[in-house]
């Protein structure tokens, strides 16, 4: 099972700054095969990024995803108010699919 | 717009069983893999199970395997999971998942709020 480590933990940012995620991966990502979510509480959570830095139908371009191998990173370029949430990364290259532990990104 | 709704969750003993289900609708159904992935208080996503397409091809956390059943009716629009020999470390919020195609082993392109289920006694 490849195990996702997500750092860090929590990301303190004010809005119009620069976030940076990682997710390092204990063995390769097959194919690049990483997604990034977004969760915010009592919502479903929405995906932003697949194929490690494609982004998904109508998310904004303040939001970018990079990485392969078992280094992957989601930028969110200028932060604004509807960003902060918890992300997620997850791995679907190999069985079984798995999460990170994600990042919960909180306002300053 | 593709739109999940989970239900039956609920309060449950150990020991015991629940059967929850999910509604789709906004997109074809029966084009799309479909998945379980439960959240417990306090910790982050974990996948629970999936089904393809047809409901041919199945596959369960190990954590799961030989007590929950994932099943699909496309007649329905409709997901299931059935859980038997419920403990309390099955406690979290169950969401349901739509696969980014016909196979469910993808990344997931549309999700549900989810289901509570509390195993307790």
């Known amino acids: 099972e490849i195990v996702l480590t997500q750092s860090p933990g929590t990301l303190s940012l004010s809005p119009g700054e620069r976030a940076t995620l990682s997710c390092r991966a204990s063995q390769s990502v097959s194919s690049s095969s990483l997604a990034w979510y977004q969760h915010k509480p009592g919502q479903a959570p929405r995906l932003l990024i697949y194929?490690?830095?494609t982004r998904a139908t109508g998310i904004p371009d303040r939001f970018s995803g990079s990485g392969s191998g078992t280094d992957f990173t989601l930028t969110i370029s200028r932060l604004e108010p509807e960003d902060f949430a918890v992300y997620y990364c997850q791995q679907y290259g190999s069985s079984p699919r798995t999460f990170g532990q994600g990042t919960k990104l909180e306002i300053k | 717009e593709v739109q999940l709704v989970e239900s039956g969750g609920g309060v449950v003993r150990p020991g015991g069983s629940l059967r929850l289900s999910c509604a789709a609708s906004?997109?074809?159904?029966?084009?799309?893999?479909m998945n379980w992935v439960r959240q417990a208080p306090g910790k982050g996503l974990e996948w629970v199970s999936g089904i393809n397409w047809n409901g041919a091809t199945t596959g369960y956390a190990d954590s799961v395997k030989g007590r929950f059943t994932i099943s699909r009716d496309n007649a329905k629009n409709s997901l299931y999971l059935q859980m038997n020999s419920l403990r309390a470390e099955d406690t979290a919020l169950y969401h349901c998942?739509?696969?980014?195609?016909?196979?469910?082993?993808?990344?997931?392109?549309?999700w549900g709020q989810g289901t509570l289920v509390t195993v307790s006694s």
């Open positions: 906004g997109f074809t159904f029966d084009d799309y893999g």
């Open positions: 194929d490690a830095s």
């Open positions: 998942a739509r696969a980014s195609d016909y196979d469910s082993s993808t990344y997931y392109s549309g």
